[in-house]
């Protein structure tokens, strides 16, 4: 395993990051990776700036930083003008922003199929805002989390520069259509723009997909687990530590102008594989039952394979193969699955 | 030339258009292109309802229709709910309708990139209206005119399957954005988005581009014309009467799914060669004095080269060159200019 990258410090920054402490602005940092992107911007020595509206963040994600003088927690709503001006703009004024991460979203794909109204406002409005203030406030970098979602079905392996783009739930729609606003952003006036097109990624505080869905039906039923879709859904995954380590990387070293880059390992991992890893790690043996559908849900993109030779230019490649990471994530959740029944 | 295909009727459509008379939707009906697909629609004897706010669209390119009953006309805007529940509404429970045609958008590149709620709010969110309409209303087919300017700059021909889509202006990026949620519809409940990227159009009732802007200046200086850009921008031109053939034979022959198709010429003209024919065709000789810039304005693309071979593999090809209907359209030009001359 590598060092952990994320307690290096900030020797990694130079260009980035001077002596005085720079200022990060974080959208969505009481997300699943918002918030662990708010613990490495301050383990680096970053004043932070968080936004949330909690509709998705969880206050709990963000506890352990209460009493840090360098960060602050602001509630508001960026998928409105109406929702972020006021507080957010009065601190916006006293600081000097270097880089706006744009995490707030919808992170439930299946909720936005159901209403489209969901990504629209909580994906697609809140990048409008984002890119609003990175005018009015001057800030150079915009460093937005994109999706494998953009690509839609394709057998072809994914990437950046090859089409055809044909994303089937509005969550990718989303998504693309925020890509598009940040291109155009960078057509006249904004420094930097990246599109970090991230694959599935696992390990604490995740509120979505099947290490969120699975550990739930089995403290129900320990003896029998009904898995959404046949289980030969098959895609990359990373544990949510080194999707940091790659934000970070990625604002560090991309390039100005407008950029697109897929984060993923070089391998896949099936469902089935992970129902395994799972349930061996928990230690137990379910009777496992499959859907008879390809995909778990409307929306569902069940396999994807990514290229990310654009990343690995740059000087980073994923340490970890998808079953690392999954398996990573069962021990952070058979340390919690055991927590738990300890305190029972 | 070939046939005016306006003008055969309706023996080219005969799985979409029965016996009885279909009804057709379409948005942004008083504008440019959205007033001559009208007038085509209504040849081949659709009913049709128009919408429009006005904003960009002009009563005038309508007037002839005045009287007409198979044409139904409701002011309406499109960029809220509250824009267009109500009086469309009723007239939508009344009426089985064929094909939205989405026309309705913002057409000025540059007025898109002063102010980015301008291609947001007419481009993108009449876009989502759209589809909430033809969700409620159980159209089955979308038709969508986006636009070359999804693609941004590249030295690439453009063909449908490549990216990178890179836009540079907000007009790109909502028609981009625009797609995208199309392209999501597709992937749960509609039954056909065809995305239609448009070329630079010209012909009658135009709004915007060189044969638009050059003939104004030409009226308050006959003797001296200033043109924006250093006139090397190359591009395909096509007339909004061939753009309507290619609108309607798409309708006609796309596949049911999600499909994107570039529509265009096989070659494009540069501004100098469009000013050596509009001076030519208006008998003027005016003393031309071309800007620095390899482009008019920010947002703009200075080049761009299509490939149009998936719309010639459904069988449809244009039929004149991009000096043709740039000539074409100095004529009309020419004679609306010796009729505002006689009546001064």
Redesign the interface.
Known sequence: MAPDFLHRGSDLHPVSHPDHAATSLVTGAAGFIGSHLVDALLDRGDRVIGVDNFVRGQRENLAHLSGCERFHLIEADLSSEEGWRGPLTSLLEEEMVHSLWHLAANSDVAAG?AD?DVD?RQT?LTT?SA??IAREFQIGSVLFTSSSA?Y?ESDRELD???????????Y???K??SE??L??A???WLQRGVAMRLPNVVGSRCTHGVLFDLPKRLAKDPERLEVLGDGYQRKPYMHVRRIVEALLFLEDRAPAG?G?FNIGPEDEITVRDIVSLLTGTLGLSPEVHYGGADRGW??DVPHYRYRTGRLRSLGWRAQEKSAEAVGTACMELAQNWKDSRCSQ
């Open positions: 199929v489209s629209l697609f409008i890119l609003r953009v839609g950046e520069d090859s089409g055809p783009l044909c994303p089937i739930s509005n990718g729609a989303m693309l259509a598009a606003a291109s155009a960078c057509g006249s407008f697109r409307v929306g």
